[in-house]
């Protein structure tokens, strides 16, 4: 067994492509390896700024030989469908095999050098891969992420004979890359010269001897462990981004943090903006102090050389670059203090949301009275809603977040707490856009939380309104978003909302709706029930249990339960019900009853009426049935009115025995047409009390 590495080094690919350009070169590689009829041990690729590499291990000299029956056409069919089938096998009528009416042919297939796939493979790659963004250059028509200058290619220490056409566009024959065994290092660091390289473990430790980390995963350690090394060198801690820290992993070959300084004056601004200046125009860290609020004036800057000085130069020019773009922050922080709500809301009416939807003042108008409506549900002051909500989108039009866009809602509670207004008013206007991920904490002041459902939930009504849904993965709106934040703001805050109602009645505000408020909100409660098997599945929980769940209102009321907190409260019971021996036992009982009567259905109408106890010779396992049945049913009825779930399950744990004792010594399907009518009448009992608590016959097992 042998090993393949192949390296396309290039100019600097962006870090946000790199690795998904790895994963879609390992996919590639590996299907069309796999269609080959190639195996292997293990396969790797590696993404950086100047390089995508691909290495596996264990692949064979060549391919399996083939040798294979395929069957063609009746010897009866007509002239063309044997003329087809001779096409594709490549062989004439006297080599086929007839039987039983039927022409067969025999296939043989010597198997194919490794390196006569690769070859064919890249080619492939080169030529399909999609990058976001790719371009050509010199007079070539081929495009990539950038312009390629090496590839490398060996398979067991050789070179495969392998040219990348560039094409021409200007006519005549393009330029040709030749696969080789050489490759180059750091562009500044280094030997200076390209070298030749063996395998994959002499390639990769010659990188390093060149400056060049191969691997994504030990860049980013390189740069999470210096940066922590020098602020800890300065008694100071970095400020952990994760996100930033993915990105300039992908800007560096050989990543070197850099401690520098910042004017201590910017620390008057929030620390929002410093960190958010900072991440965004350079790609710094913020550097705090520990046991001290806010940041320290530090900052920590990767750079992709080790400088002779430690990187005093560097650090001073970073640090004059980051004083300009601070400046320019603090003159949109004065210059917002001079404006105002009043005049930013009135710059609102000139923003437009969604061409059917509005303008961002009419959002706001929207949002403002659903705000007021859904106050009392969450404990808060309707009034004080309406006026916080009228506040809430105000800082659009701010200066501050016309830069940063990040920093919505989080400027708008500076500016509030500036102007005087209540902190709990500050609160929600900075906080009214959480949660805005599975991580994202969730709000729980009730004034925060009315404002954060009534603009997530305009949002949702809003869309499905003018036909905006979610389709495929396609989601442009980030609907589902806004549908999981609205879920886990009623689930985490206890809020009682009957959301298919607030739905029909919000809808009402919409002019351009292409539905009736009634319509609508089905569609949306079904969305919802989608979204919270989802984050309940995420959870931990089993989809088959929020399934069975749901179906069992359906099909009572004929629409989903729009308490969100009731049917997690249910699903939460049902688990831990069916944890239980009784539990699992009873669902089998269930099954069993459910599949004798959907048999008895397809035969005719199940018999109806009351429940016999006092017939001749009934068996006393039919009978104790009977009563458990009736007592379990009166017991869940109570149970399900003060919504004591827990308290439902164990009604119907009291099933357990009596349904098992009756399956054991009762035969339903007797031949005394009486008892068997009332034995199904029975089962008819049983499933019909069990399914008001949830429909068993969604669940597995």
């Given amino acids: 067994m042998s090993q393949l590495l192949i390296e396309i080094f290039s100019e600097e690919i962006p870090a946000r492509m790199q690795q998904g350009g790895a994963r879609d070169l390992e996919r590639m ?77 025999q296939v043989s297939q010597k198997g194919r050098a490794t390196t006569e796939v690769v070859a064919e493979t890249l080619d492939h790659i080169f030529h399909t891969m999609s990058w976001p963004k790719s371009q050509r250059w010199g007079s070539g028509s081929f495009r990539w992420v950038r312009p390629i200058h090496r590839i ?72 999470l462990e210096g940066a922590k090394a020098v602020c800890a060198a300065k008694g100071l801690e970095l400020v952990d981004d994760i996100g930033l820290l993915d990105e300039v992993a992908g800007l560096a070959e050989w990543p070197t943090p850099i401690l520098g300084d910042m004017d201590p004056q910017f620390l008057s601004l929030p620390p929002e903006v410093v960190r958010l200046s900072m991440k965004v125009h350079q790609k710094y860290f913020a550097v705090s102090q520990p046991g001290a609020e806010g940041l320290a004036p530090h900052y920590v800057v990767v750079a992709n050389v080790e400088a002779a000085d430690r990187g005093k130069a560097l650090a001073a020019g970073n640090t004059k670059v980051l004083s300009a773009r601070l400046n320019d922050a603090r003159f949109f922080w004065e210059e917002d203090q001079k404006v105002g709500f009043d ?107 009315a404002i954060a459902l009534a603009d997530k939930i305009d949002t949702l009504v809003g869309f499905f309104a003018i036909d905006e849904k979610p389709t495929g993965s396609k989601d442009p709106y980030a609907l589902r978003r806004a549908a999981l934040g609205v879920i886990r703001l009623i689930i985490d805050n206890d809020v009682r909302i009957g959301l298919e109602s607030a739905f029909a009645k919000h809808s009402e505000e919409f002019s351009a709706s292409v539905y009736t408020g009634a319509i609508l909100s089905i569609e949306l409660m ?3 029930a989608d979204r919270l098997k989802v984050m309940l599945r995420d959870g931990g929980a089993r989809h088959d249990l929020v399934d069975a769940i749901i179906e069992t209102q359906q099909s009572a009321s004929g629409t989903i339960d729009d308490d969100l907190v009731r049917i997690v409260s249910r699903v939460e019971a049902l688990s831990g019900f069916l944890a239980t021996d009784d539990g699992a036992n009873l669902l089998a009982g269930y099954k069993r009853a459910s599949n004798i009567l959907k048999a008895e259905e397809k035969k005719g109408a199940l018999p109806s009426g009351a429940v016999s106890t006092s017939m001749a010779n009934q068996p006393a396992e039919e009978i104790a049935l009977a009563n458990a049945a009736a007592t379990a049913d009166a017991a869940v009825n109570k149970a399900l009115e003060t919504e004591d779930f827990a308290a439902a399950m164990t009604a119907l744990a009291q099933l357990r025995a009596p349904v098992d004792a009756f399956f054991n010594g009762v035969m339903v399907n007797s031949d005394v047409a009486e008892e068997r009518d009332n034995r199904l009448k029975l089962l008819v009992q049983v499933r019909e009390v069990m399914g008001r608590v949830a429909d068993f016959g969604q669940i597995a097992g």
């Fill in 29 to 105: 590689a590996s299907d069309a390896f796999k269609k080959a009829g190639l195996t292997w041990e293990s396969l790797t690729t590696y993404g950086g700024p100047r390089r995508l590499t691909l290495v596996v291990e264990g692949l064979p000299a060549a391919t399996p030989d083939l040798n294979e029956e395929l069957k063609g056409p009746k010897t009866s069919a007509p002239a063309q469908a044997l003329e087809g089938f001779l096409r594709k096998t490549g062989l004439t009528q006297d080599q086929l095999v007839e039987r039983d009416g039927v022409y067969y042919a």
């Fill in 526 to 528: 079904q969305f919802f």
């Fill in 152 to 223: 490398i290619a060996l398979f067991d220490g050789a070179v495969i004979p392998y040219a990348l056409d560039l094409g021409s566009t200007i006519g005549g024959e393009g330029k040709k890359i030749v696969a080789s065994n050489v490759t180059e290092g750091h562009r500044f660091m280094g030997a200076g010269q390209p070298f030749e390289v063996t395998d994959f473990a002499d390639y990769r430790t010659k990188l390093e001897r060149n400056f060049v980390v191969l691997s994504f995963e030990d860049r980013k350690a390189k740069v």
């Fill in 343 to 449: 005049k930013w809301n009135e710059k609102l009416s000139g923003v437009t949301f969604h061409a059917k939807l509005g303008t961002m003042a009419e959002r706001v108008e929207r949002i403002a009275k659903l705000a007021a409506e859904i106050a009392p549900l969450v404990g808060a002051d309707a009034v004080e809603a309406e006026k916080a909500a009228r506040l809430a989108k105000s800082d659009l039009a701010s200066g501050m977040v016309g830069e940063f866009p990040e920093l919505q809602g989080i400027m708008g509670g500076y500016y509030a707490r500036l102007a005087g207004l209540p902190d709990a008013t500050a609160d929600a206007i900075r906080d009214h856009y959480k949660p805005q991920g599975p991580s994202d904490s969730v709000p729980t002041a009730p004034l925060t939380v």
